[in-house]
């Protein structure tokens, strides 16, 4: 039987859109802004979206007319009164009413700001500039529509039978991914994939397939709606654009040594627990926990999401060994550039030492490497960051100078204020 | 959208029939059944099914009342006007109504015969007793549905993700042989797989696989309703059962010695061009060959179902060599427990000498080893055989013992008439 209705209902659609709600995002991101809405709510901040892989050249496989139609959709959106309830409503790590009422009647009454789309290159230039709490919330969303617009460009020149047997594939893949994952004891790992998601619907399908395989190992979702509508765990903390953002408004050299513990600070009053995660690598992890205030240490634990993740969580414990801590009772999350071998091989490294987690990003939900001719599906690094603040440049170091961003007179003295030394180059997957 | 009356539609199901056609069966029992309706339309034959995987236990797996509602629903099947119209008008084999207008209305007017069913030991005795032109048209309804609700009742156990996952592995793995198909020049494969198949909808998910990724190479299926639906050639020519019974009829050993050529000397009567093909393994292979007439060397092939396929087509060549026939006009069609690997040998070996083709059956249309817990849905050896013609029992023997059947002492006749001397064993997989 044909559902006639389904069927004229789906082609009388103008488009399909990619991101059909707000809180189809990450769930840092609402951390965050809140964050932002009570400490930093007036500072003009721009977000440019940039495609680090060149040579995928986006503006040659998307039409504009196309993209134009999903941002435009984008702005059309608001919160829905079920979003609000289950995020007024819901337990996020274990706290009630983690969003205060203040913060959610400007989350209701929120529709995103203008973006700015030109093409140069063969790539499209897309930036956001507005109020930080409100420019913030495209990242996601921008991200999401550029990397499924371009998926959608690929799938559009296979067949309906070739359509089947490459999802096939890819649900076989992730399976056999999960069932390695299966064979860790004590596994704790979430979906960080949204940003660089083959598709929404393939995102949900890797959710679905590791509640099914990992069960209580699976600890959750950084995508709100997903979250939602799966009645799982909403996961996340907090990002590298609140030190970029602090670290471009600091007036003096001064200012900005203490501009990545300032955010900390704030975020220390307003969080307690599992949300007390420390991201240590925007200007280099070594200089950042030297020179670190000792009640960072009685944080609850550190993302490594640069450099050598293995460098990186030995560091972690020898700093927390320093300060008297114990670092079998901390929490040391993995989310770089991780697949399954690697998460195997940290695993059995760091269980037991430290408590370990992993955010699974971008080949949880975008493995279609190798799967179409010409490896046209295959991931590719595309960010969307804050460039600018007040008008002045932001700088992102990391642990490997190959994902160091902004201006190089800027990043030189960035390097000189945090003492970053010699830097070992790691590849950028994704 | 939920499709409220597909949902209610498919919960009001009495069953879920198996077999929904009177033609999802293969295209060679119709072309037997009508020489048989010509020639020995009066002969009281059964059939019995047979499952020589001692170890499956069907009758533990299978619920008695399920499989007679369905094999009760196979007897409520008429030919439909529109299955009746297409066996009339369509071209098979190049040639236009194939089938003769009296042997239309009594297959029009078929409704297939009473079965017999008893539980013993585990396994389900289904026997089919009467005018051989209408029982022997149980064969393949009969082994479809044993094989497909045992795999329902494998799959009962499964969650809705894992039944997805299970189907994704098991479309990655064909169309990875389909992959390794494509490479090979000149190929010509059609699938013979209805009777030990997965299940329906699976078969016709291998056909339009073939059909999308071997084009022309895939040159159609055995199963006539498939052929009609998917608008493909329908393929096959005959089988054992004809000089199974033809033999068992025989009165005395000099009848018996020359039955198989009788069932030829019918055929070629009837049929010619790529209809006439020798399936010359029933009593042995080498002494077929060597005692027939010299008419039989310019038939158009040779089809190998048992013992060393390798063999058995050298030993084909030779006969053609012998008789004064040029072997590259010759077709060789294998068809005994084939998959790719083996396809890929014998493809390599005899394209050039002779041309190659193959009907490639349980390893395409049922290949889900290893895709469940203890492998409970590999293929298994069920077969549908005439044991019996006119109250004396069959016997076949073919180019491997493994595959002998009938009593014991009859063997021993058979081996004697037809001077069957040594014969290596070949493990029977499916």
């Known amino acids: 039987m044909v559902d006639i209705a389904t069927r004229v209902y789906n082609h009388k659609w103008k488009i399909d859109p990619i991101v059909r709600s707000l809180i189809d995002t990450d769930f840092y991101k609402l951390l965050m802004c809140q964050s932002i809405f009570r400490n930093r709510p007036d500072t003009t901040v721009c977000f440019s979206l940039i495609n680090r892989t060149r040579s995928i050249r986006l503006a040659d496989l ?208 307003e969080h307690d627990g599992n949300l007390r995660m420390i991201l240590p690598d925007t200007y280099g992890t070594e200089g950042f926990l030297a020179g670190a205030p000792d009640w960072l240490a009685g944080w609850t634990g550190i993302r490594i999401d640069s450099g050598d993740p293995a460098t990186g969580a030995e560091t972690a414990i020898r700093w927390w060994q320093d300060r008297g801590e114990d670092p079998t009772k901390k929490l040391v999350i993995f989310s770089d550039g991780l697949d399954v071998d690697k998460i195997a091989e940290l695993h059995r490294r760091f269980h037991g030492r430290v408590k370990v987690s992993f955010g699974w990003g971008t080949l949880l939900t975008n493995d279609f490497r190798g799967l179409v001719a010409g490896d046209g599906l295959a991931p590719f690094s595309l960010v969307c960051k804050a460039v600018s603040a007040n008008g002045r440049p932001t700088v992102k170091l990391s642990d490997n100078p190959a994902k160091a961003t902004g201006p190089a007179a800027e990043i030189a003295r960035y390097r000189r204020v945090f003492d970053v030394g010699q830097q070992s180059a790691v590849d950028v997957v994704v």
Chains 1, 2 share one sequence.
């Open 62 to 269: 998307i039409d504009e007319g196309e993209l134009r139609e999903q941002l435009d959709h984008v702005r059309s959106l608001r919160l829905s009164r079920g979003e609000g309830t289950w995020l007024r409503g819901n337990t996020f790590y274990g706290k009630r009413q983690m969003f205060r009422p203040d913060f959610m009647e400007f989350l209701e009454n929120l529709r995103l700001p203008p973006y700015h789309l030109e093409k140069r290159d063969g790539q499209y230039e897309l930036t956001f500039e507005g109020r930080w709490p409100e420019v913030m919330m495209w990242e996601i969303p921008a991200l999401a529509i550029l990397m499924e617009l371009r998926s959608r460009a690929v799938l559009a020149t296979l067949g309906r039978f070739e359509l089947q047997v490459l999802y096939a594939r890819a649900m076989t893949r992730l399976w056999e991914k999960i069932e390695k994952l299966r064979e860790m004891p004590d596994l704790r790992i979430a979906d960080f994939g949204t940003r660089r998601r083959h598709s929404f619907l393939w995102q949900d399908w890797a959710v679905q397939a590791m509640i099914e395989g990992l069960g209580e190992r699976f600890t959750g979702t950084s995508n709100c709606l997903i979250a939602m509508r799966r009645d799982i765990e909403a996961i996340g903390t907090n990002a590298h654009e609140l030190p970029m953002v602090y670290a471009a408004l600091a007036d003096t050299d001064q200012e900005l040594r203490q501009a990545p513990y300032r955010v900390l600070a704030d975020w220390h009053e």
